[in-house]
T-cell receptor, first 115, second 113 residues
Framework: AQSVTQLGSHVSVSEGALVLLRCNYS??????LFWYVQYPNQGLQLLLK??????LVKGINGFEAEFKKSETSFHLTKPSAHMSDAAEYFC?????????????FGTGTLLAVQP | GAGVSQSPSNKVTEKGKDVELRCDPI?????LYWYRQRLGQGLEFLIY????????KSGLPSDRFSAERTGESVSTLTIQRTQQEDSAVYLC???????????FGPGTRLTVT
C-alpha cells in the first residue's frame, strides 16, 4: 500500500528565503504525486502534480517539485518565500493501476513566513 | 457550477443525533473520495468510490459511519449516533480515474455538542 511521509510538521522561513518542504513516498507501482495547499480557513487547492511525464514539475505561485525515484522523494521548493505563502502544505500519493487511484495524504507541513 | 460542492457548509448537532453530509462531484468524474480533517491535523482517508466497483471502505473509523453513491453522481456520508470526537471538517473530492487529479470541495464543518 502507498504511504507518504512529510518531514517537519512546522517550517519557518524568512521572507525572500528558499522554501523546502520534504515529502517521501512509498508505492508498489509507479505513483502519481501531488502537492496541495490549504490557506487558513479555506479548502484544499492543487499546487502541482507529477503524473510520469517530466520529473521537474512546475506549479502555481512559483512552486516546483522534483520527482526522484532513487530517493522516493517529491520535495516542494520555491526560491523566494512570500508572506502570502504562509499556509499548510500536503503531499499526497496515488497509485494508478487501472483498478484504483485512492489518494493518501501526508500529515501536512505548516509553513510560516517571517518578515 | 464547475467544481465539487458540499452541503451543508456548517452543521451543528447534538451528541447522539444522526447527520447526513452531501457531496456533488464534478460531472463525469468517476472517482469520489471522502476525507476527514480534525482541527490541526492532516487529512484522514474515509472511503473511496470508483464507478460501479465496490467502494474502498478501509478508512471508515467505526460502523457508525457509512456512505453511499448513486452511479457517478451524488454521494452521502452518514454518521449515526454522533460523538464529540466526530467534530471535524469533512472533505469530498472527485476525479477522473485516468488523470487521477482529485479536486476538492469546500468541506462541511461538523460540530457535535
Amino acid at each position: 500500500a502507498q504511504s507518504v511521509t512529510q518531514l517537519g510538521s512546522h517550517v519557518s522561513v524568512s521572507e525572500g528565503a528558499l522554501v523546502l518542504l520534504r515529502c517521501n513516498y512509498s508505492s508498489s507501482v509507479p505513483p502519481y504525486l501531488f502537492w496541495y495547499v490549504q490557506y487558513p480557513n479555506q479548502g484544499l487547492q492543487l499546487l502541482l502534480k507529477y503524473t510520469s511525464a517530466a520529473t521537474l514539475v512546475k506549479g502555481i505561485n512559483g512552486f516546483e517539485a522534483e520527482f526522484k525515484k532513487s530517493e522516493t522523494s517529491f520535495h516542494l521548493t520555491k526560491p523566494s518565500a512570500h508572506m502570502s505563502d504562509a499556509a499548510e502544505y500536503f503531499c499526497a500519493v496515488s497509485e494508478i493501476d487501472g483498478a484504483t487511484n485512492k489518494l493518501i495524504f501526508g500529515t501536512g507541513t505548516l509553513l510560516a513566513v517571517q518578515p | 457550477g464547475a467544481g465539487v460542492s458540499q452541503s451543508p457548509s456548517n452543521k451543528v448537532t447534538e451528541k447522539g443525533k444522526d447527520v447526513e453530509l452531501r457531496c456533488d462531484p464534478i460531472s463525469g468524474h468517476t472517482a469520489l473520495y471522502w476525507y476527514r480533517q480534525r482541527l490541526g491535523q492532516g487529512l484522514e482517508f474515509l472511503i473511496y468510490f470508483q464507478g460501479n466497483s465496490a467502494p474502498d471502505k478501509s478508512g471508515l473509523p467505526s460502523d457508525r459511519f457509512s456512505a453511499e453513491r448513486t452511479g457517478e453522481s451524488v454521494s452521502t456520508l452518514t454518521i449515526q449516533r454522533t460523538q464529540q470526537e466526530d467534530s471535524a471538517v469533512y472533505l469530498c473530492a472527485s476525479s477522473f480515474l485516468g488523470t487521477g487529479i482529485p479536486f476538492f470541495g469546500p468541506g462541511t464543518r461538523l460540530t457535535v455538542t
